[in-house]
């Protein structure tokens, strides 16, 4: 199957989020690789994604997951060579699959060869690569992040004997993009790898670049100033390519990152994946549509990117202290399952493992306006291990089989880089994708049906939206519609059934189909359209006129 | 049949549109309850306080305002539902975590506030409602506390029934003081301060029971429901609490609002007395209730009344009504009232054991209905104005303990002659 070469492929994108390390050991060394993931190219093919987003995978300490990038230039030994990963993205490309990397540009490691430059002496010519300081009273106005395990943005270093700038963990220094030879490196790193074929970044912590006193140091004008300037020389060089951005801020502030048109393509809409979880808990879609509402427009040639669960905890920064309480109360009873202002469970957890709620989501996840992801796993209901340190209970070994190593690899167990989910819920023999292969209606096989359902229509990727707001406030409601095409979506957020009354007056004379079984529904007349939905239940409805 | 199928005939009251809103509603976890009739001028700051005691007392629970509108012309409803929050409407000033529906239905008009509360009750019934509070319309003292203060001991302590107690004039509520308190704690056993209650809490399935019980198609079904439900939550042994509110804005009244007063409340509570005998019958003393806050304040200023006015009504009653007070009285008490209506303002007293007997032979007259009962409450009224006039007199400059301890006295009076309020009804059998 042949790439999507249209220039807005991310628009109609499915994207499948993995860890190298964490899908497929081809070579028995208990660490995922470039040649497992390979191997496992016709199952995501299978599954109907068409564009994987790969955690990072350079050289690193990884004390923080790869995010600590020690090396921009090659790939992680343990992953294997560049040359593997040139053949990964051969063989995606070759099954119409994107590929979207990892790039970190507010950090290095503190192992970085950069950073051990910069720390020798001060009047080392890589000095100024970073943002130094006699003093950590500077930027007091920029919030700690991690504040679970950091106490300030400055760090001592003993060997220069100065203090260092940080956003993240003290041992990941920020870059100082006041340098213009960091910004000309960080370009050309970028493009070393666009160059081999990689599709996409997504980039890591953008709101951080640049550091101003007196502000909070997020979103800074200087920062936008030298996104644009790497949007500038992308669309120079390259075609097809696209930027992601990771920056978890309200959708105010996250607009100015799509400029006009002329920043980044797509961005996370942070804020409405808690949102999801708080209208399905309250039964109410108020905290949805609400943070829609606040979603301004973005170019047409933008896309949001919308998630269920990820790599980090599910984020509640974007939310409000009521909001927050809300949600630690509902999703992560125990302490254990939070982590810095998040909860860090996988969704079929955060679920109860119950079914119609992960269909729901996944449903909604794939009908609101945006490019859906989907975070490995999640389409085969894994679990988590809470017990397992940092964010490491959501990083497990992709679950394949119910046999040795749950099929992820043939190593000795106690070798694998993270032990397998072994409970009886969630454990291998129980959820595995061979198993789930087998049954017609097991998650997977779900999964593949709706993600067929959703590639099916253009209306999803690249449509407009208008909500419905019927007075059952249990209902969400909306239209997607992209030319001609006009698609009612109805969720029941609630546990019990529910009656709704749609005004659809203005599609009078038209038959509704729906989209998972081709069945006809009444056609709309004049009365309000009354619809009665299971718990938990949705339709998709195509509308034509007949 | 069974009484779930009874009473879900019964609920075809309630209109096509009602219905309606209430499906879009859903089950929800609190009930406001807000009966109207022309509270233009008072309601929109009343739900307006409703709804912040709502969202700062229960913002995850799923909650409703329930207004059952009496044929109001001043736009009352629409004053109510604009209150709703919800995604269509965004509010910018107002942050809550879910929707909150404000609703409103037309109901029948007619005297008190039984086919708004049966209404009330129906929609909490249908709507499975666990904690339900009725408010006042007119309420302008209301604070967004007294939400709390009357959900919580339901919603979060267990109980089924919370009745208010007010930080009031010591002069406001003399029905309450010199009749109705008294005469339920001696009879029923419970120290109630407000039996008949403008404001109260109570669980869905007290409201459920209470529903499906009382008799709302008899002629006398929309008269005093209010006390009907206290009654029926102690016949019934439901959990009782009171809560202390706050300060009860004083209303004034008209001399001609007393009979249709009587009439709500000491109608509803002879007429109560017969199907309940079988358990005031055999209760003796009283016991205090569970009470959050204080039981009761008083307000001390100095309020002007017309005391010789009430002397004169009183004096004149009683000269003007003498045959019907023959078929109510006994020969001694109406000796006695005839006595002291004779007495000028200053030797005119109307003590304690003539008042508690004058109410017991009041009381077993109506049950025996002697005369019309309707007359019978009607002829009261002069009577009660003479208790008041006494009441003020002894009260006039007396601390807030002083009025505490003489309703005391009261109250011991009633429960003290309990026994002859039994003899003349079994007698009257």
């Known amino acids: 199957m042949p790439l999507n070469k249209d220039a807005l492929w991310y628009k109609d994108a499915i994207i499948y989020q993995v860890h190298v390390r964490t899908f497929h050991d081809s070579n028995g060394d208990g660490i995922g690789d470039f040649q497992g993931l390979e191997q496992k190219l016709d199952y995501l093919q299978e599954l109907g994604i068409n564009a994987i987003w790969l955690m990072p995978f350079f050289p690193s300490p990884l004390r923080d997951d790869g995010y600590d990038i020690a090396d921009y230039n090659t790939v992680h030994p343990s992953y294997g060579t560049l040359e593997d990963f040139r053949k990964l993205l051969e063989s995606a490309h070759e099954r119409g699959i994107r590929v979207i990397i990892e790039m970190v540009l507010n950090h290095t490691s503190d192992q970085h060869p950069w950073f051990q430059e910069a720390r020798s002496s001060q009047n080392n010519p890589r000095r100024d690569w970073y943002v130094w300081s006699d003093t950590d009273n500077l930027y007091k106005g920029a919030r700690i992040i991690f504040l679970d395990t950091e106490k300030s943005n400055w760090a001592w270093d003993p060997i220069s004997k100065s203090y260092y700038w940080h956003r993240f963990f003290s041992h990941q220094p920020d870059l100082n993009y006041d340098n213009p030879a960091v910004r000309v490196q960080m370009w050309n790193l970028m493009k070393f790898w666009l160059e081999m074929g990689v599709d996409a970044f997504r980039l890591d912590a953008v709101p951080y670049l640049v550091e101003r006193e007196g502000t909070n140091c997020e979103n800074l004008p200087e920062t936008h100033n030298y996104l644009k300037e790497l949007r500038r020389k992308l669309d120079e060089h390259f075609t097809d390519r696209m930027l992601l951005a990771e920056a978890n801020q309200w959708p105010a502030d996250l607009r100015p990152y799509f400029g006009d048109g002329d920043e980044f393509h797509m961005a996370f809409h942070f804020p409405l994946m808690p949102r999801m979880f708080m209208g399905l808990k309250l039964e109410d879609r108020k905290p949805i549509t609400e943070i829609l509402q606040q979603t301004p427009e973005i170019p047409p040639s933008c896309q949001w990117s919308l998630f269920l669960r990820n790599h980090d905890e599910l984020t509640l920064e974007m939310v409000t202290d009521m909001e927050r309480d809300y949600m630690y109360d509902m999703y992560a009873a125990s302490k254990t399952m939070r982590l810095n202002l998040g909860i860090r469970r996988r969704l079929a957890p955060l679920l109860n493992n119950d079914r119609r709620r992960i269909e729901l989501m996944n449903g909604m996840l794939m009908s609101l306006p945006g490019t859906p992801i989907i975070y490995y796993g999640d389409e085969i209901g894994m679990g988590d291990n809470i017990l397992l340190g940092d964010r490491n209970g959501v990083r497990t070994p992709m679950q394949w089989s119910g046999g040795w190593n749950a099929g992820f690899s043939i190593a000795e167990p106690q070798r694998l880089y993270a032990p397998l989910i072994q409970d009886p819920v969630y454990g291998y023999p129980a959820v595995n994708v061979i198993s789930q292969r087998e049954s017609e209606h097991s998650l997977l096989r779900w999964m593949q049906r709706i993600i067929t359902a959703r590639r099916s229509n253009g209306v999803f990727g690249r449509g407009s939206i208008e909500f419905l707001y019927p007075a059952n406030h249990r209902i969400l409601a909306y239209l997607r519609r992209l030319g001609k095409e006009t698609v009612l979506v109805v969720n029941n957020l609630s546990s019990t059934a529910q009656a709704v009354e749609l005004d659809l007056r203005r599609y009078k004379g038209n038959i509704l189909i729906e989209m998972f079984g081709n069945n006809i529904f009444p056609r709309v007349g004049d009365m309000p359209y009354l619809l009665t939905l299971g718990p938990y239940q949705f339709y998709w409805f195509r509308l034509r006129r007949v | ?429």
């Not at chain 2, 008041?388 to 009025?403: C, I, K, Q």
């Open chain 2, 1 to 429: 049949m069974t009484r779930t199928e009874l009473k879900l005939e019964d609920e075809t009251f309630l209109t096509d549109d009602f219905l309606r809103q209430l499906i879009n509603v859903g089950e929800v976890d609190i009930l406001v309850g807000l009966p109207t009739h022309n509270n233009a001028k008072t309601v929109g700051s009343v739900v307006d306080t409703i709804r912040n005691g709502i969202l700062r007392g229960f913002p995850r629970e799923r909650a409703v305002i329930i207004n059952a509108d009496r044929g109001s012309r001043d736009g009352t409803p629409e004053l109510v539902t604009s209150i709703s929050i919800d995604d269509a409407r965004p509010a910018s000033n107002l942050y809550a975590l879910r929707t909150l529906h404000s609703i409103s239905t037309t109901c029948a008009n007619g005297p008190g506030s039984g086919v708004a509360l049966r209404t009330i009750m129906a929609a909490a019934e249908l709507l499975r409602a666990k904690a339900c509070i009725v408010m006042s319309p007119e309420s302008a003292s209301l604070q967004p506390q007294w939400i709390s203060n009357l959900l919580d001991p339901i919603y979060r302590g267990g109980f089924d029934l919370v009745a208010p107690t007010y930080r009031r004039h010591k002069f406001d509520g003399l029905v309450m003081t010199n009749l109705l308190y008294p005469m339920v704690r001696a009879l029923y056993g419970l120290r109630i301060r407000e039996p008949y209650m403008p404001e109260f809490g109570f669980s869905g399935r007290f409201g459920s029971q209470f529903l499906g019980q009382n008799g709302w198609n008899d002629g006398n079904s929309s008269a005093g429901v209010e006390l009907r439900f206290t009654l029926a939550a102690i016949t019934g042994g439901y959990g009782i609490c009171q809560s202390f509110l706050g300060e009860k804005d004083h209303t004034e009244r008209r001399a001609a609002d007393l009979v249709p007063a009587l009439r709500q409340t000491v109608g509803a509570l002879f007429s109560a007395l017969e199907p309940d005998f079988s358990v005031w019958s055999t209760v003796a003393g009283s016991k205090p209730v569970p009470t959050t806050g204080s039981e009761q304040e008083f307000l001390l200023e100095p309020t002007r009344v017309n005391r010789k006015r009430l002397r004169e009504m009183f004096s004149t009653g009683v000269a003007e009504l003498q045959s019907v007070f023959q078929a109510i009285l006994s020969p001694s008490t109406l000796a006695e009232l005839q006595r002291i209506a004779r007495l000028g303002d200053e030797e005119f007293r109307y003590p304690a054991e003539l008042w508690v007997r004058t109410v017991y032979e009041f009381a077993a007259s109506y049950q025996k209905s002697v005369i019309s009962r309707d007359h019978i409450i009607q002829a009261l009224a002069p009577l009660f104005r003479g208790r008041v006039f006494t009441f003020l007199s002894e009260n006039r400059a007396g601390s807030a303990n002083d009025v505490e301890s003489n309703i005391e006295v009261l109250c011991l009076e009633f429960e003290r002659l309990k026994p002859y309020l039994l003899q003349m009804w079994k007698s009257r059998e």
